[in-house]
């Protein structure tokens, strides 16, 4: 991995190391069950293996596609490009593609599998409603997301959970589930679904978790960059105001990339349990930013 000046994070690849490391022994025993239970899984794992590939290799394109970003030059967006262009100085690393969304949710999000292959968008509601000193919290916060290279972590752990998704898909639609086990008891299909399921929620369970913590990370190593931790916490303070003045049809269209966003786009129902929220709190992440802000000197 390039080494930039954010600050490392030793507790995020640990876990990184350690969520994928569970997703893969995860993966190899759903494999053999399928296995023991007869099914050709050769060709459901290279349709996933296949979706894996573009899902990595394309996950750039795709993200914005979903959002309606296009990818800006600096003569379109001067100031933007500029505040990244500092960033990138400071931080040592190459400057990501830098895009736009047409979305009136204040936003942001970064993806890409690799520094060289990044790009760091933000919505048009967010560069209405932020200062030059909140946006660029929020796109160092970002950056950071690059710099550690969870984005990519992220994109590879939510393969089991596609895996599991399409063997389900299998096992209603085809013949699966009009055989039974050799003892006969629950038919094949049950089972393979049953199992599924489970393996969907344990991946569902680790990957929120993991983005849980790097959600944290990225905001520790964002605010030690710019060292203006206070400009960070007024802009999550200032977009989770606003989030409450948009409407909930737009709210509800952005919420399938929660996971990737700078601030959850929906953060009623869905996060009233910690154990599924994609962030860890607001107030605890305030509070992170709080004590940073204390070893600066800045009181708050």
Known sequence: MVQTRFAPDRGL????VITMFLL??????FVAVLIALGVRAVAVLLIAGVMLFVQYFMSDRIALFAMHGR???????????????RLCALADMPKPRVAIADS?????????????NSVV??????LRRLDA?????????????VAHRDVAVMTIASFLGIVAGLMTRVALYSGLGRGRDDRGGLPIGLIIMLVSILVYAVSF??????????????????????????????ALVKISGEMARIPT??????????????????????????LLATHPPLEQRLDQLGRISAQFGQGG
């Open 104 to 116: 009136d949710v204040p936003n942001a999000f970064a993806t890409g599998r690799n520094q060289k």
């Open 205 to 234: 369970l680790l990957t929120r978790a993991l983005s849980r913590y790097r959600e944290l990370a990225a905001d520790r190593a964002g605010a030690l960059l710019t060292q203006r931790p206070s400009a960070l916490s007024s």
């Open 24 to 29: 893969g022994l995860l993966y190899v025993v």
């Open 249 to 274: 049809r737009d709210l509800r269209e952005a919420e399938p990339f929660n996971a990737f966003f700078f601030a959850p786009a929906l953060s009623g129902k869905a996060s009233l349990s910690a």
């Open 13 to 16: 690849t640990r876990r990184m």
């Open 71 to 85: 990818v800006v030059s600096p003569q379109e967006a001067p100031e933007l490009h500029g505040m990244i262009d």
């Open 121 to 126: 968008c933000v919505t048009t509601g967010l």
């Open 133 to 145: 000193g909140e946006l660029e919290g929020v796109l160092a916060h970002e950056m950071s997301h």
